[in-house]
């Protein structure tokens, strides 16, 4: 069993930074795949960002790329989203969500590989 719980959301100005974190509990931590979804009103929820297990290994959706990175310290229990440049169009609520995984260089993408999720934090962009 795996609780999360995010943190780091708020208003910021487009061009601005944020860096989210989400906090896990569970002895299992660092054998899960972790990612960081975002769903804006009206939209589906996407993937924005995963990591592999043993955090070798990273995926970025294209909207991201270059702007957002992500992270884990598996020592903290933490994964990390520092979100740089900042757009309107990045407003949404963000989720951190667990995978377990049996490899540690596997990232998963797919929202239905993830069983744990957290209650999600929301990131307000203003032009």
């Known amino acids: 069993q795996v609780q999360l719980v995010e943190s780091g959301g708020g208003l910021v100005q487009a061009g601005g930074s944020l860096r989210l974190s989400c906090a896990a509990s569970?002895?299992?931590?660092?054998?899960?795949?972790m990612g960081w979804f975002r769903q804006a009103p009206g939209k589906e929820r996407e993937v924005v960002a995963a990591?592999?297990?043993?955090?070798?290994?990273?995926y970025y959706a294209d909207s991201v790329k270059g702007r957002f990175s992500i992270s884990r310290d598996s020592f903290k229990n933490t994964a990390y989203l520092q979100m740089n440049s900042l757009k309107p169009e990045d407003t949404a609520v963000y989720y951190c969500?667990?995978?377990?995984?049996?490899?540690?260089?596997?990232?998963?993408?797919?929202?239905?590989?993830?069983?744990?999720w957290g209650q999600g934090t929301q990131v307000t962009v203003s032009s």
């Open positions: 969500a667990a995978a377990p995984m049996s490899s540690p260089y596997t990232v998963a993408t797919s929202r239905g590989l993830y069983d744990y």
């Open positions: 569970g002895r299992t931590f660092r054998t899960y795949a």
């Open positions: 990591i592999s297990w043993n955090g070798d290994r990273t």
